[in-house]
């Protein structure tokens, strides 16, 4: 199993340009997520997802969009990108959330707005 | 807001064991206690997850008191790829189906 594919690994983006970040997870887990990660901080939810056509805001929701019309599939729209975006932003996926075992998270995707 | 408080940061020896303690004092009822550990450039990893008492798996053992308003993750014998950041996670979102980091300890272990 592939697990957590995200792509692309890195980009970047001019300020005022927009981007879509995939994630796709080969689990058949239900609940998807996005974080982003700045540099020496911890990892903070953007949107999740707990099914197909079901999406809602995380903690740092503000400019980005998400979609969820399959299972598999859960991506990341950025619409006019700001340095405040730069940031490592990461996909997990896990079947029941907290209380059923652990979340699997893609590799990563390195995102520069200069 | 994580619902989690750890030590920032923690140092070690290789061969020596670790004990990183989380408070989590308005843990809910339904919340499972999870701990993840971080390499630079990569995402989270799974190590352990209990409710109460002791879990023990192949790579952590994870210690709940009664009152599991802090637990307690026990890595034996660290060796220098044991070097990361542990986050200590609960159950958070109306259904604690979401996975909350806080900053995390960032664990080096030395020569």
């Known amino acids: 199993n592939a697990g957590v594919t995200q792509t692309p690994k890195f980009r970047i983006l001019k300020i005022g340009q927009s981007m879509t970040l995939q994630c796709a997870q080969d689990m058949n887990h239900n609940y998807m997520y996005w974080y982003r990660q700045d540099p020496g901080m911890g990892l903070k939810l953007i949107y999740y997802?707990?099914?197909?056509?079901?999406?809602d805001k995380g903690e740092v929701p503000n400019g980005y969009n998400v979609s969820r019309s399959t299972t598999e599939y859960f991506p990341l729209r950025l619409e006019l990108a700001a340095p405040s975006q730069t940031s490592v932003y990461f996909c997990a996926s896990s079947y029941g959330g907290t209380a059923n075992g652990e979340a699997f998270f893609g590799q990563g995707t390195r995102l520069t707005v200069v | 807001l994580a619902k989690t408080t750890q030590p920032i940061s923690m140092d070690s020896y290789e061969g020596q064991e670790v004990n990183i303690t989380c408070s989590h004092n308005n843990i809910a009822t339904n919340d499972y206690i999870t701990w993840y550990q971080q390499f630079p450039s990569q995402g989270p990893r799974f190590i352990i997850q209990g409710y109460k008492t002791k879990v023990t798996n192949e790579v952590a053992s994870l210690f709940i008191p009664a009152d599991r308003k802090s637990s307690t993750l026990s890595l034996p014998r660290v060796s220098l790829s044991d070097t990361a950041v542990y986050y200590c996670l609960v159950g958070e979102g109306n259904y604690g189906q979401n996975f909350v980091f806080g900053p995390g300890t960032r664990l080096s272990v030395l020569p």
């Open positions: 997802s707990v099914g197909a056509g079901i999406t």
